[in-house]
Every structure is written in C-alpha cells, then in structure tokens.
C-alpha cells in the first residue's frame, strides 16, 4: 500500500515520462508534492523503489524508470491522459476509504519522544478503521510487541481516544514527554504498561503520569 505522497509522486513522473519522455527534477517533484525539501522527495523515490514501482537508472542524470503502477492506473494510458486515475478508483478514494495521517514512529520497546507533527498521509480501506471516531497512523520501531503480532516496521492505526479498557493495546504518553505502545493494565491505583515480549518488563506508574492518547485498531504490514 502507498501512502498519499508515494502515490501522487508516482502519478507525477508516470505523466511527465509519457509526456516528454524525460523524468522531473527533483525541484520539480518537491514543487509539485508541495514539499519543503529535496530530502524529502529523496525518501519518498526510495520508497517507491524499495516497492518495486520505479527503477533509477545507472549513470544517467534524472533517469528514472516507471516499471509499474497501482492496480487502479494503467501504465500505457494515452499521453493525454497519463494522470488520469481511473473512475471507480476515483469513486473508492471519496467512499470507501478513509484518509489518516501519519504522525511519526511511536516505540514499541524503550519509550521515545512524544509524536505530535503530520509526516504524511494513507489511505485506508473502512473496515481498518473502528467506529466513525478521529484515526491516526503511526510507524512501530522497536519489537517489544512481538507476541501481539506487532512487528518493527508496521504500521499501526490508532483510534484517538483519552479511554481504554484492561488489556487493550494502546499509545501512553509518559510524564507528558514520552510516547509508547503497550498493553494496559489498571490495578488499583497503578497503571501497567505490559510489553508483548518477555525480555521487556513491565513498567509501572502512577495514575497521573500515563496518559492514553489513543487504542490500536488496526495494522498494516509492508513487506519489501
């Protein structure tokens, strides 16, 4: 699955390939994805690269190789209509699913700083998404999550919610500063924040320094 940004990026040098025969620079790119930087167009190439979906070409300035597209566009379309995306492709986008952002990496392992800027977006299918509530997606790093199928690298879709009962698997911000995913666990006047693998053990805290910022709801794998 590719995220909004790969997606239109591809769209973008698909149509200018079928157009002049030459791929964008990356000014171009980063000009026409609204990008504040080459870097992130760099990461968004190798991306759809490691996917299969472009080739760079050795030893050539500005050469890159379409070598196929999403199941929705045609990679031998006509050259007037080389960004056009199909019409029930079209109609999917605004009925059927559902656009998150993405947040950033959360840790599932040792605690990393709190997640609070958009880094891009996806596009869902409903069914990963529970209820008709705010969703979010983060990146897992880390493999304190194993046993609950939680790989490092996955990504993880997130229901906004400040609520969660014992033993869902939830995003926790610690003393404010911190953000992790774990199993939580309420006893009394504690809460546990219980990893998926047993060579992390489970932390502690008072009521008043975790936070739920969000429950799992669902899970994307990308294999490479």
Known sequence: MLTRKQHQLLLFIHKRLS??????????MKDAL?????????????????RGFIRRLAHRARALEVLKMPDAVSPAVPKDA?????????????????????LGKIAAGVPIEAIQHERDRILLPPDLAHGRGEHYALEVEGDSMVDAGILDGDIVIIERTETAMNGEIVVALVDEEEATLKRLRK???????????????TRIFGPDRVRVQGRLVGLIRRYH
């Open 19 to 28: 157009e002049d025969g030459v791929s964008p620079s990356f000014e171009e």
């Open 82 to 102: 080389a960004n056009v995306v199909k019409a029930d492709f079209t109609q999917g986008a605004a009925n059927d699913t559902m656009d998150v952002p993405l």
């Open 187 to 201: 006893k009394g006047g504690s809460v546990a924040l219980e990893a998926a693998n047993p060579a992390y053990e």
């Open 34 to 50: 609204n990008l504040a930087s080459k870097s992130g167009v760099h990461r968004l190439i190798t991306a759809l690269e490691e």
